[in-house]
């Protein structure tokens, strides 16, 4: 069976790794999918996303990043994917992903929805908080891979020519 593993990723973190990387042991194939969202204002472009989640996922060899819009179930069709691949940090996640779950049990009722809890190490992680950590000069090479350390450096120190 594939899975689908969507979201912003803006950046991927190491707790977006810890999910990949179990689900990668229970899926044939798990589609790392960055949500192209209009409406949002992301730190990094789609295809800045697509490249740190590729070389962050390179070892996993049944991983692969893609991105998409509009509805996920629709999304999960077109990957011929029986199931989303969801993380939970901590209890307060649990009533947005329970509604998104049920709306798309609703929408494709042959498509699951499988949570997995993060590691604990993970359990407050979030992009927000990495791209905060940072803005202020902070030091986030324990939440992220190295490269995305560089590219949150890069945002926040850019190189006047
Ligand atoms: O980085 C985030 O914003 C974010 C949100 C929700 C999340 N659930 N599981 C994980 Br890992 C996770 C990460």
Redesign the pocket.
Known sequence: MNAIYP????PI?F??L??IERGCRLFDQVYVAVLRNPNKQPMFSVQERLEQIAKAIAHLPNAQVDSFEGLTVNYARQRQAGAIL????VLS?FEL?LQMANTNKTLASDLETVF?T?STE?SF??????KEVARFGGNVEHFVPSHVAAALYDQFHPVVE
């Open positions: 979201g912003s990723f803006d973190t707790g977006h810890d999910i969801r993380g939970l940090r996640d992903e997995l993060t993970y992680l979030s992009s927000s908080l990495v």
